[in-house]
Protein backbone atom coordinates (compact mmCIF):
# COMPACT_ATOMS: atom_id res chain seq x y z
CA UNK A 1 0.00 0.00 0.00
CA UNK A 2 1.59 3.29 -0.81
CA UNK A 3 -0.23 6.55 -0.98
CA UNK A 4 0.82 9.11 -3.55
CA UNK A 5 1.01 13.06 -3.14
CA UNK A 6 1.13 14.97 -6.83
CA UNK A 7 0.58 18.51 -7.61
CA UNK A 8 3.19 20.59 -5.95
CA UNK A 9 5.41 23.09 -7.70
CA UNK A 10 6.82 26.57 -7.46
CA UNK A 11 4.53 29.37 -7.17
CA UNK A 12 4.49 33.25 -6.05
CA UNK A 13 3.16 34.08 -3.14
CA UNK A 14 -0.29 34.60 -2.92
CA UNK A 15 -0.76 31.87 -5.24
CA UNK A 16 -2.53 28.55 -5.78
CA UNK A 17 -1.64 25.21 -5.66
CA UNK A 18 -4.24 22.16 -5.70
CA UNK A 19 -2.70 18.80 -4.57
CA UNK A 20 -4.14 15.33 -4.61
CA UNK A 21 -3.87 12.05 -3.19
CA UNK A 22 -3.68 8.87 -4.81
CA UNK A 23 -3.42 4.99 -3.93
CA UNK A 24 -2.87 1.81 -5.75
CA UNK A 25 -4.73 -1.21 -4.06
CA UNK A 26 -5.78 0.66 -1.20
CA UNK A 27 -9.21 1.92 -1.13
CA UNK A 28 -9.46 5.90 0.35
CA UNK A 29 -12.63 5.95 0.80
CA UNK A 30 -12.47 3.99 3.74
CA UNK A 31 -10.29 5.62 5.65
CA UNK A 32 -9.51 9.13 6.88
CA UNK A 33 -6.88 11.06 5.15
CA UNK A 34 -3.98 13.82 6.54
CA UNK A 35 -1.60 16.37 4.48
CA UNK A 36 1.37 16.67 6.57
CA UNK A 37 3.67 18.83 5.58
CA UNK A 38 7.86 19.12 6.64
CA UNK A 39 10.17 21.83 5.86
CA UNK A 40 13.40 21.13 6.10
CA UNK A 41 15.20 21.33 9.44
CA UNK A 42 11.57 21.58 11.14
CA UNK A 43 9.53 18.71 11.80
CA UNK A 44 6.75 17.07 10.25
CA UNK A 45 3.22 19.36 10.97
CA UNK A 46 -0.41 18.41 10.60
CA UNK A 47 -2.00 20.08 7.96
CA UNK A 48 -5.54 19.36 7.64
CA UNK A 49 -7.39 15.74 8.00
CA UNK A 50 -10.98 14.88 6.45
CA UNK A 51 -12.76 12.16 7.28
CA UNK A 52 -13.47 8.67 5.38
CA UNK A 53 -17.28 10.40 4.68
CA UNK A 54 -16.21 13.97 4.17
CA UNK A 55 -18.21 15.01 6.55
CA UNK A 56 -15.60 16.16 9.28
CA UNK A 57 -12.40 18.50 8.36
CA UNK A 58 -9.87 19.56 10.61
CA UNK A 59 -7.11 22.12 9.98
CA UNK A 60 -4.38 23.74 11.83
CA UNK A 61 -4.64 27.23 12.68
CA UNK A 62 -1.80 28.71 10.36
CA UNK A 63 -4.32 27.77 7.14
CA UNK A 64 -7.44 28.17 8.08
CA UNK A 65 -8.96 30.25 5.50
CA UNK A 66 -6.70 29.43 2.73
CA UNK A 67 -6.79 25.92 2.15
CA UNK A 68 -9.33 23.75 2.06
CA UNK A 69 -9.24 19.53 1.82
CA UNK A 70 -12.36 17.89 0.23
CA UNK A 71 -12.62 14.22 -1.11
CA UNK A 72 -14.08 12.40 -3.94
CA UNK A 73 -14.38 8.64 -2.88
CA UNK A 74 -15.86 7.74 -6.52
CA UNK A 75 -12.29 8.75 -8.23
CA UNK A 76 -10.36 7.28 -4.88
CA UNK A 77 -8.70 10.96 -3.89
CA UNK A 78 -8.27 13.14 -1.80
CA UNK A 79 -7.60 17.26 -2.82
CA UNK A 80 -5.82 19.96 -0.78
CA UNK A 81 -6.79 22.70 -2.50
CA UNK A 82 -4.30 25.74 -1.03
CA UNK A 83 -4.91 29.19 -1.39
CA UNK A 84 -3.06 32.47 -0.85
CA UNK A 85 0.28 30.70 -0.43
CA UNK A 86 2.73 32.10 1.71
CA UNK A 87 7.05 31.50 1.76
CA UNK A 88 6.20 29.83 5.21
CA UNK A 89 3.92 27.10 3.43
CA UNK A 90 6.73 25.98 1.31
CA UNK A 91 7.78 22.13 2.11
CA UNK A 92 7.63 18.88 1.73
CA UNK A 93 3.40 17.90 1.29
CA UNK A 94 2.57 14.00 2.42
CA UNK A 95 -0.89 12.65 2.74
CA UNK A 96 -1.12 9.66 4.72
CA UNK A 97 -4.32 7.18 6.57
CA UNK A 98 -4.82 5.53 9.75
CA UNK A 99 -4.55 1.83 10.24
CA UNK A 100 -8.46 1.63 10.86
CA UNK A 101 -11.12 2.43 8.73
CA UNK A 102 -14.01 4.89 9.06
CA UNK A 103 -11.79 6.31 12.06
CA UNK A 104 -10.09 9.59 12.84
CA UNK A 105 -7.42 9.94 15.14
CA UNK A 106 -8.55 11.76 18.23
CA UNK A 107 -5.30 13.86 17.63
CA UNK A 108 -6.20 14.69 14.15
CA UNK A 109 -3.07 16.17 13.20
CA UNK A 110 -0.64 14.24 15.06
CA UNK A 111 1.48 12.64 12.49
CA UNK A 112 2.06 9.19 15.08
CA UNK A 113 -1.49 8.69 14.75
CA UNK A 114 -1.04 7.61 11.08
CA UNK A 115 -0.14 4.40 9.44
CA UNK A 116 0.36 4.33 5.67
CA UNK A 117 2.50 6.83 4.00
CA UNK A 118 3.90 7.92 0.83
CA UNK A 119 6.20 9.95 -1.42
CA UNK A 120 5.24 13.12 -0.56
CA UNK A 121 4.83 16.32 -3.35
CA UNK A 122 7.51 19.87 -2.85
CA UNK A 123 5.47 23.15 -2.84
CA UNK A 124 8.06 25.83 -3.33
CA UNK A 125 6.29 29.07 -2.35
CA UNK A 126 8.46 32.46 -3.78
CA UNK A 127 8.38 35.80 -1.99
Known amino acids: VQLQACGGGLVQAGGSLRLSCAAS????????IGWFRQAPGKEREGVSC????????YYTDSVKGRFTISRDNAKNTVYLQMNNLKPEDTAVYYC?????????????????????WGQGTQVTVSS
Open 50 to 57: ISSSGGST
Open 96 to 116: SAPSERHWVPPRVLDSTAYHY
Open 25 to 32: GFRLRYYA
